[in-house]
């Protein structure tokens, strides 16, 4: 009777332990971080932009934790010439899934050269994904202002 009774209390004393470690497990993430897939950089994929102009940017971003910012850096390579711009509200903010599809500016005074881009989102629980470019800032050879064939919407 007695073997009985310790192999409750040993019973009962794995099950609230087994309980306990559980819970804790509770606490961790179980969504994945956003993913991105670039799809285009620059125009035609060329991964090159122009001063003056604006760098044609596209990404298919997949966030079970929901949109809740986007951002875009690029940054010269060896220099400290930086360009942001950050998306925390707007179409791309609370959904899932969604075509990232903009136009980043290169202002004037951009010097030419090599850059790293990066796009980063985070989710609402505050995981975060990078994805990552190399871009050439490269002097405008063409004499039309708009040498592609799509509008640029704000």
């Given at each position: 009777?007695?073997?009985?009774?310790?192999?409750?209390?040993?019973?009962?004393?794995?099950?609230?332990?087994?309980?306990?470690?559980?819970?804790?497990?509770?606490d961790r993430n179980d969504t994945a971080k956003p993913k991105i897939t670039l799809t285009e950089v620059g125009h035609d994929n060329s991964r090159h932009a122009h001063p003056g102009h604006d760098l044609h940017l596209e990404a298919d971003i997949v966030a079970e934790?929901?949109?809740?910012?986007?951002?875009?850096?690029?940054?010269?390579?060896?220099?400290?010439?930086?360009?942001?711009?950050?998306?925390?509200?707007?179409?791309?903010?609370?959904?899932?899934?969604?075509?990232?599809?903009?136009?980043?500016?290169?202002?004037?005074?951009?010097?030419?050269?090599?850059?790293?881009?990066?796009?980063?989102?985070?989710?609402?629980?505050?995981?975060?994904?990078?994805?990552?470019?190399?871009?050439?800032?490269?002097?405008?050879?063409?004499?039309?202002?708009?040498?592609?064939?799509?509008?640029?919407?704000?």
């Open positions: 009777m007695k073997k009985n009774i310790r192999m409750c209390l040993v019973m009962a004393l794995v099950s609230v332990m087994t309980v306990s470690f559980n819970s804790c497990d509770d934790g929901l949109i809740r910012a986007i951002n875009v850096e690029i940054h010269q390579e060896d220099g400290s010439f930086e360009i942001e711009k950050s998306f925390v509200e707007g179409k791309y903010i609370g959904v899932r899934n969604v075509e990232f599809h903009e136009h980043i500016d290169i202002p004037e005074n951009a010097p030419l050269g090599e850059y790293h881009l990066h796009l980063t989102v985070t989710d609402k629980e505050g995981q975060q994904s990078v994805a990552q470019e190399h871009i050439n800032i490269v002097e405008d050879d063409s004499d039309d202002d708009d040498d592609h064939d799509h509008d640029h919407l704000d």
